[in-house]
């Protein structure tokens, strides 16, 4: 099997790469939606990330990901298990496909325990595997609408709650959804796209030396994935640390007054519903931060955020035909001159 393509690697596309680092660093941010054109890196960039990432320590066997340094009981399905006992997990990148059950997604009865051996037992599904890692769904637009809500409000509460069959499981599911897709191919529905953290636009690059520039690393890539990894490893270890870095770094960092009552004026001047939008904008602004190695967050983070947390919430306006990235950047040049 050979290894994703490095994170590091991908040429452009900087709006995307700085959305996944943020929910790297802070997953509270809700999960990152990439909207774009096909071929554009979107899946491999979320894959890259995930590799990249330090392992995370987990009860040795435990299907369910469990930290042993957490607190309160295993999940039921591994109450058996000895949480002194610890192994290392690569972080988990799952993918869920299109056509999933809910059985498959959430989990069910183990019907060859239950018809061999007459047991009740917990297969675990697609949402215990994601616990402490991603969960990638690429077309999510075209991905049936109660499993959509089913995941967004999984990911919201952090459990995953299954009763049926006479089984009742609880265990936790805390994860980040990166969603993919072509808004060609049908939109998400606003109240779901709603509830993601961040929402970015990718476009197939129009530069000249750009273009080369992807062709040409992604041919190096098919010919000799191994040497190709192995060049990049240098730079994706950096990331790794800055990563690493932000995380240990993000409780220590201050969001001032002053900033907050810009994000606030901002959600102000683009009218949006709700206070989702200005957490968001505090939290990645933070992230962004905490990546930045500074222990203070700046105007110019929330700025820099404002796009990614915002251009998904702004309500349509028949009056208005400009582009919600453009009302944004016209928001904060009113919001600036006060």
Not at 243 to 265: G, K, Y
Request: glycine share 8%; net charge neutral.
């Amino acid at each position: 099997m050979r290894p994703p393509f490095p994170f590091s690697a991908i040429v452009g596309q900087e709006e995307m790469k700085r959305a996944l680092l943020i929910a790297a660093v802070e997953p509270a941010v809700g999960g990152v939606m990439v909207f774009g054109d096909r071929g554009t890196g979107k899946s491999t960039a979320a894959r890259g990330l995930a590799r990249l990432l330090p392992k995370i320590r987990v009860v040795r066997g435990c299907p369910f990901n469990s930290d042993p340094d957490a607190e309160g009981p295993l999940p039921a399905a591994s109450a058996g298990l000895d949480r002194t006992k610890v192994e290392l997990r690569p972080v988990p990148f799952v993918d869920l496909p299109l056509g999933a059950t809910e059985d498959r997604v959430v989990g069910a009865l183990d019907l060859e325990r239950a018809l061999n051996r007459g047991e009740k037992a917990f297969e675990p599904g697609l949402l215990a595997r994601a616990h402490r890692g991603f969960l990638y769904i690429d077309e999510i637009n075209l991905l049936e609408d109660h499993i959509v809500d089913l995941l967004l409000d999984v990911a919201a509460s952090g459990e995953n709650l299954v009763e049926r069959e006479g089984l009742s499981v609880r265990h936790p599911a805390r994860f980040v959804i990166v969603g993919s897709g072509n808004p060609e191919e049908g939109e998400l529905r606003p109240q779901l796209l709603d509830r993601f953290g961040l929402a970015v636009e990718v476009r197939t690059p129009t530069a000249l030396a750009e273009r080369i520039e992807v062709v040409r690393r992604r041919d190096a890539y098919e010919r000799d994935p191994a040497a190709f990894c192995a060049r990049w490893a240098a730079a994706d270890a950096r990331v790794r640390r800055r990563i690493v870095e932000a995380q240990n770094r993000l409780a220590e960092v201050v969001v001032p007054d002053e900033v907050l009552a810009f994000a606030a004026r901002l959600a102000i001047a683009l009218g949006t519903d709700g206070l989702r939008g200005e957490l968001v904008m505090m939290r990645a602004a933070r992230a962004l931060a905490a990546l930045d190695r500074r222990s203070l967050v700046a105007i110019g983070d929330v700025e820099a955020v404002a796009a990614m947390a915002m251009r998904h919430r702004l309500r349509r306006d028949p009056l208005d035909e400009t582009g919600s990235t453009a009302r944004i950047e016209r928001a904060l040049g009113e919001v600036r001159a006060g």
